[in-house]
């Protein structure tokens, strides 16, 4: 029997679709990348134009003036006062409502993945859950308390499952060290590879 061959608009709808995932990531990245130009661009423009008022920005010196900026934040936020005044900011941002849920979600999946010293998870791993030989990437975090040692009587370790597209939901699970296979992927990469649905595998991410 002979392959049906697709029909006209099933094989339009697959071009279309085949040029919508190159395009969007394309413009996406691009986007962002003249934004951020921008902005810099302007920010720069109206701080020196506070002491020379005819000088002009060369297009792209903000970006720079961007970097410090977010340089400048992150060395504010770091020391006792800069925290405390950011804690004060979140929990303001926290009672707006709809902005309170994108902002939640956001940081904590930036937490998550983009965390610079991995102090969030240890280790991605692979264990049997909800069932046996149904596989899940989970992240290592620590080793059960006390209690959970006592009532468990093995050495028991804390493994976060986190859902798909959605990383900030998950289940807590605690399984023998022999249950648990610990994987070559950085933690980072298991973030992304969670969020993509399965998509931004270690070796796709490695290519872009």
Same mark, same amino acid.
């Given at each position: 029997?002979? #392959?049906?061959? %697709?029909?006209?608009?099933?094989?339009?709808? +697959?071009?279309?679709?085949? @040029?919508? =995932?190159?395009?969007?990531?394309?413009?996406?990245?691009?986007?962002? $990348?003249?934004?951020?130009?921008?902005?810099?661009?302007?920010?720069?423009?109206?701080?020196?134009?506070?002491?020379?008022?005819?000088?002009?920005?060369?297009?792209?010196? @903000? &970006?720079?003036?961007?970097?410090?900026? &977010?340089?400048?934040?992150?060395?504010?936020?770091?020391?006792?006062? @800069?925290? #405390? $005044?950011?804690?004060?900011?979140?929990?303001?941002? /926290? /009672?707006? %409502?709809?902005?309170?849920?994108?902002? @939640?979600?956001? #940081? +904590?999946?930036?937490?998550?993945? !983009?965390?610079?010293?991995?102090? *969030?998870?240890? /280790? *991605?791993?692979?264990?049997?859950?909800?069932?046996?030989?149904?596989?899940? &990437?989970?992240?290592?975090? =620590?080793?059960?308390?006390?209690? $959970? !040692?006592?009532?468990?009587?093995?050495?028991?370790? =804390?493994?976060?499952?986190?859902?798909?597209?959605?990383?900030?939901?998950?289940?807590?699970?605690?399984?023998?060290?022999?249950?648990?296979? $610990?994987?070559?992927?950085?933690?980072?990469? *298991?973030?992304?590879?969670?969020?993509?649905?399965?998509?931004?595998?270690?070796?796709?991410?490695?290519?872009?």
């Amino acid at each position: 029997m002979t #392959k049906k061959k %697709p029909t006209q608009p099933n094989t339009i709808r +697959k071009i279309f679709f085949t @040029g919508l =995932a190159v395009v969007t990531p394309t413009s996406l990245t691009l986007f962002l $990348i003249y934004w951020l130009i921008t902005m810099g661009d302007q920010m720069a423009q109206w701080v020196l134009s506070n002491f020379v008022p005819d000088a002009k920005v060369p297009m792209g010196i @903000g &970006i720079f003036a961007t970097a410090l900026i &977010i340089f400048g934040v992150g060395l504010f936020v770091s020391n006792y006062l @800069g925290r #405390k $005044i950011y804690e004060l900011y979140e929990k303001i941002f /926290k /009672k707006i %409502p709809v902005a309170n849920h994108i902002f @939640g979600i956001l #940081k +904590k999946v930036i937490d998550m993945v !983009l965390s610079p010293d991995g102090a *969030a998870f240890k /280790k *991605a791993v692979l264990v049997e859950f909800p069932r046996k030989e149904c596989w899940m &990437i989970g992240f290592l975090s =620590a080793e059960g308390s006390i209690e $959970i !040692l006592e009532k468990t009587k093995e050495n028991v370790f =804390a493994v976060f499952i986190p859902t798909t597209p959605n990383p900030t939901s998950g289940v807590l699970a605690y399984f023998p060290l022999k249950d648990i296979k $610990i994987l070559d992927m950085t933690v980072e990469e *298991a973030g992304k590879l969670i969020i993509s649905g399965g998509i931004l595998t270690p070796e796709v991410a490695k290519k872009l």
